[in-house]
């Protein structure tokens, strides 16, 4: 079973940085993609980020491209979204989702199997 816990969501500054944490239990990860998604009040959630556990090969919606970074730490199980020059465009709650497989384009939540319980970020004008 699949575990994964988010963390360092809040509340910023237009320009402002935040970094989310996703803490990764229950199996070896070698062969998932992990996702960031969002999504904001009467919205859809959304694809943000995705990286591959294998060989950290990564992937991002043009929205957050060159303002958001995906990485993750293998010793700690752990994936990080490191978020700057943040917009209030940018307010939702956040989730970390796994799926097996290679693929880094997939972009559908439907297809990521485990998700979490999400993270609030507000970004203030």
């Known amino acids: 079973q699949v575990q994964l816990v988010e963390s360092g969501g809040g509340l910023v500054q237009a320009g402002g940085s935040l970094r989310l944490s996703c803490a990764a239990s229950?199996?070896?990860?070698?062969?998932?993609?992990m996702g960031w998604f969002r999504q904001a009040p009467g919205k859809e959630r959304e694809f943000v980020s995705a990286i591959r556990w294998s060989d950290g090969i990564t992937y991002y919606a043009d929205s957050v491209k060159g303002r958001f970074t995906i990485s993750r730490d293998n010793a700690k199980n752990t994936v990080y979204l490191q978020m700057n020059s943040l917009k209030p465009e940018d307010t939702a709650v956040y989730y970390c989702a796994a799926r097996r497989g290679i693929s880094v384009l997939v972009t559908q939540p439907s297809l990521f199997d485990s998700w979490g319980q999400g993270t609030q970020v507000t970004v203030s004008s």
């Open positions: 229950g199996r070896t990860f070698s062969t998932y993609v």
